[in-house]
């Protein structure tokens, strides 16, 4: 691995010897995960899911931003075994990639599925993606449900949920996330989600707006953190140290200070929490875009590496890991590689 772990958690289901059952599980033997999941369909028909609410009826095919329409489209799904330790594990992150996103970074390492055209995309209806998730679940015996990009499929992905759960669906699910979250959007998912996975990318609007094409990401996604937060808290892990519930915070770290990692980390620490867990990536290589634009066209140097490491442990965050500065090319995906788009050829 190229991370190295910060602290161990403060929170262990083993240390009061409790067997985690996520919650949705009791949502839907109430009722309450299927009309969830209605009450989110209905909210296509004038899409308002993310902050960008363009209020056009996907239900009739008809595309906003993000490109999505009624039916889910996925890339592929495998065991990805290069996500944080506490997600990983040893057998693997049930990992589900969709297409499209609601962001458009000029440096993003996915953008053969998130912005480009994707001629290898499965489009699933939710009974397919239903036995996506159990297959996860029960081949590989993945330790959880990751859904990559997952904010414009949450109607969908709800109602296979609750075709899944009658089958036998009971491992966490992890919503991993741009940070570009609606409120709304979320209230609906208290109790649904175990674990939340939220990027943090910038602390200033004008370079969110410039190079993501999101000019109140700062506000909404440090809004969303917070629900986040009050919906599922601190990470908690079971006796094998896998995650079962609460939130980690993504950052990577972007050169030149684009990402803005001294505020955002301030923020978390002053307005958050300082028992966050945090992932703090320095895996930046410039994709896309990003080796035409002179402020993204170079991996991170040392010394702004050292610079975060140095405020992390000034603020006293001492949960989760951080990256170490080989990590540029280990986390490198490619979408059109048949299979496992880690797996190098």
């Known amino acids: 691995m190229t991370q190295f772990l910060l602290r161990s958690y403060t929170a262990s289901m083993s240390e009061n010897n409790i067997l985690y059952t996520p919650a949705y599980i009791a949502l839907y033997e109430s009722g309450e995960l299927k009309k ?61 990639f969709f297409n499209h996103c609601n962001l458009k970074c000029v440096y993003c390492q996915n953008h053969q599925i998130s912005q480009d055209f994707d001629p290898s995309s499965k489009h699933v209806d939710s009974q397919e993606l239903a036995e996506i998730m159990l297959y996860l679940q029960n081949k590989p015996g993945c330790h959880n449900i990751n859904l990559v990009s997952p904010t414009h499929y949450i109607p969908q992905i709800v109602n296979a949920l609750n075709k899944a759960v009658p089958m036998g669906m009971k491992i966490p699910l992890v919503y991993n996330t741009n940070g570009y979250d609606s409120i709304s959007t979320l209230n609906l998912l208290d109790g649904i989600i175990d674990i939340y996975l939220p990027d943090i990318k910038y602390s200033s609007d004008r370079w969110a707006n410039k190079f993501s094409d999101a000019k109140d990401y700062v506000a909404c996604s440090r809004a969303a953190i917070k629900e986040m937060y009050r919906q599922v808290g601190n990470l908690i892990t079971d006796d094998s140290d896998i995650a079962v519930k609460g939130v980690i915070i993504r950052h990577l770290i972007l050169p030149n200070d684009i990402s803005g990692s001294i505020d955002s980390l301030k923020w978390i620490a002053h307005d958050l929490s300082k028992e966050a867990t945090l992932s703090i990536m320095a895996q930046y290589y410039p994709c896309h875009k990003a080796l035409n634009n002179r402020f993204l066209s170079r991996k991170i140097s040392p010394a702004e590496y050292r610079q975060v490491v140095d405020t992390v442990n000034e603020l006293d965050l001492e949960n989760g890991w951080l990256q170490e500065m080989d990590s540029a090319e280990h986390y490198l995906p490619d979408f059109e590689r048949q299979g496992h788009p880690f797996e190098k050829a």
């Open 36 to 96: 969830r999941a209605d009450a989110l369909n209905a909210r296509l028909s004038a899409c308002d899911l993310c902050p960008r609410k363009c209020g056009v009826n996907r239900i009739d095919n008809v595309q906003g931003y993000c490109r999505s329409g009624p039916i889910v489209e996925i890339s592929s799904y495998c065991d990805h075994h290069g996500e944080e330790p506490a997600l990983s594990g040893t057998r693997g992150s049930g990992t589900i």
